[in-house]
């Protein structure tokens, strides 16, 4: 009886070994996207509107999209800005002199489109009602 746990404990340690490799690969490579954590915007990137001046990224969660608008080139202060307004709601804005980034702006939208502007200096960009 001795021998027969033995052998059952040394057959079971590689699949344990195993397990335990496959668990902690999985722990260190199931990080959110960067550009989404970047920016604090959670979900999946919906869209990308590139403009003159910057672009807007438009992520999309179960139950909320969200906005950031991001500068062409970084750098210096300029103005920019970024709504996001659900449809039969209030849009929600972010505008000021920012160096890189403008928002995140976030609204609930359960099965609702969204209407997303955005700016940066003298460029901008509108969506129309998206993401329906």
Do not use: D
């Amino acid at each position: 009886m001795q021998g027969w746990r033995r052998r059952a404990r040394r057959a079971a340690s590689p699949g344990v070994f195993a397990a335990a490799l496959w668990l902690l690969a999985g722990g260190l490579f199931a990080a959110p996207p960067a550009q989404a954590a970047a920016h604090g915007c959670g979900g999946r990137l919906a869209r990308t509107m590139p403009f003159e001046t910057g672009e807007v990224r438009v992520y999309k969660s179960r139950n909320q999209a969200c906005a950031v608008t991001v500068a062409r080139v970084p750098g210096e202060r300029r103005r920019m800005a970024v709504s996001i307004q659900p449809r039969g709601g209030v849009p929600v804005r972010e505008e000021g002199r920012f160096t890189r980034y403008a928002g995140p702006v976030t609204v609930g939208t359960i099965s609702r489109c969204v209407y997303v502007r955005s700016s940066v200096g003298a460029g901008s960009a509108t969506s129309g009602w998206i993401l329906c």
